[in-house]
């Protein structure tokens, strides 16, 4: 196991819509076993794990015996926990770049030539694509694309890929932590192994449970744009940055993580009105050569953050300047990811080359995103992109 050359933290701005103490107490209320996970994911074998990552890594991990090359392909711009569950599980990475207009990926059957299996983001609720009848694996991620759809099927609930979930803050189903992962009933090799290797995790008590769902209801108040700029501005709490490294606590879900679910899924349809309302109008902002998060096909793109190409000197200024910085955290702006995957780790864990992701490499340099959530409104979204243009025009020293 190689341990990533670097940690590194990044801002979160408030979630879209934390489940908070109305939803948990409706669905306790509600709950019962018409409820039970295994019916709701009727094709799928469910593990309810501690974290989105912990979720890949059990999956990464279980299917190391039966890989035969030994690699996962993954974007070469996404969010570095799904590198490093790979990594940790024993693969190596390929890298695979991103479309030329925006940060999806599109794989036709030429990409997927020596691919086993591969990885699709579905970054900030974009829909990423696999040619009808690929001979690969598909790990379809729904950690930021819960509230979208593609071919008419929510991300991560398709009967021939393996699903993911994440309720971490940021998420479609925000949440104080938790995750699920789906692995269809027809690959029973691989949920032979996964299942005892879940077995040997720690269980969730009741009292971790509680904590979990009391944790989760305090903090939707980080959804309201005042609270969130009060709270980020007090330093030593750290509010508002998450680390990446290679760590996995073995903590298995269980009633809180289920409980957390059902509450996710009843703001669904909430969330995803907002997201479309919010898109809309940040649409009407942009100029044409951003990032286009247009519905397409059967696809539907319900977007938890925003994405947006901004020049290289706005980014830079975001993620470096201290006190831009801090302003663009209060606003809910993110630097998102700031470097490739290929920058995060060394050549022993990643098998391909920095030069075959050009697109990647620009949107390290170029992408932010913009908050979407419930108290997001038309005045945020105008000072927003006024604090945007006084960066690029130099205004703010």
Not at 85 to 108: H, M, P, T, V, Y
Not at 124 to 147: M, T
Request: contains cysteine.
């Amino acid at each position: 196991m190689v341990i990533p050359r670097m940690r590194f933290f990044r801002a979160l701005p408030p979630a879209g819509g934390f489940i908070g103490f109305q939803q948990i107490i409706k669905t306790l209320v509600n709950f019962s076993e018409t409820r039970e996970l295994s019916l709701r994911f009727p094709n799928h074998h469910v593990y309810l794990v501690n974290s989105g990552k912990a979720a890949l890594y059990l999956y990464f991990f279980a299917s190391y015996k039966k890989s035969k090359l030994k690699e996962i392909a993954i974007a070469g711009y996404t969010c570095p926990d799904v590198a490093t569950a790979a990594i940790a599980a024993g693969f190596k990475l390929k890298l695979l770049d991103l479309n030329s207009e925006s940060s999806r990926l599109d794989l036709d059957s030429d990409r997927l030539k020596d691919i086993e299996t591969v990885v699709l983001s579905n970054l900030y609720g974009q829909v990423d694509e696999v040619e009808d009848g690929a001979n690969v694996v598909v790990i379809d991620d729904a950690c930021q694309a819960a509230l979208s759809f593609r071919d008419d099927t929510p991300i991560g609930l398709a009967g021939n890929k393996i699903g993911v979930y994440s309720f971490g803050r940021g998420k479609a189903h925000s949440a104080s932590g938790g995750g699920l992962l789906l692995i269809p009933r027809t690959m029973a090799a691989i949920n032979s192994e996964a299942s005892e290797i879940y077995s040997s995790w720690e269980k969730e008590g009741s009292l971790v449970s509680a904590v979990k769902l009391v944790k989760c209801a305090i903090y939707s108040i980080l959804e309201i744009p005042f609270f969130y700029r009060l709270i980020v501005s007090l330093p030593f709490l750290g509010i508002g940055e998450t680390r990446v490294e290679l760590k996995f606590s073995k903590l298995r879900g269980g009633f809180g993580t289920k409980i957390l679910f059902f509450a996710g899924e009843l703001l669904k349809i909430n969330k995803s009105k907002t997201a479309t309302q919010l898109k809309a109008i940040y649409q009407s902002r942009i100029e044409l050569n951003s990032i286009p998060c247009l519905d397409r096909k059967k696809n539907v793109e319900n977007l938890i953050r925003f994405p947006l190409n901004v020049t290289e000197k706005v980014k830079a200024k975001i993620y470096k300047d201290s006190k831009v910085k801090k302003r663009a955290q209060e606003l809910g702006i993110s630097y998102s990811y700031p470097l490739t995957i290929a920058d995060y780790f060394d050549s022993e864990c990643v098998s391909s080359s920095s030069e075959v992701i050009p697109n990647a490499i620009r949107h390290a340099k170029t992408l932010i995103t913009l908050p979407i959530g419930p108290y997001v409104t038309k005045k945020d979204i105008d000072e927003i992109f006024e604090f945007l243009k006084k960066i690029e025009n130099e205004e703010i020293v």
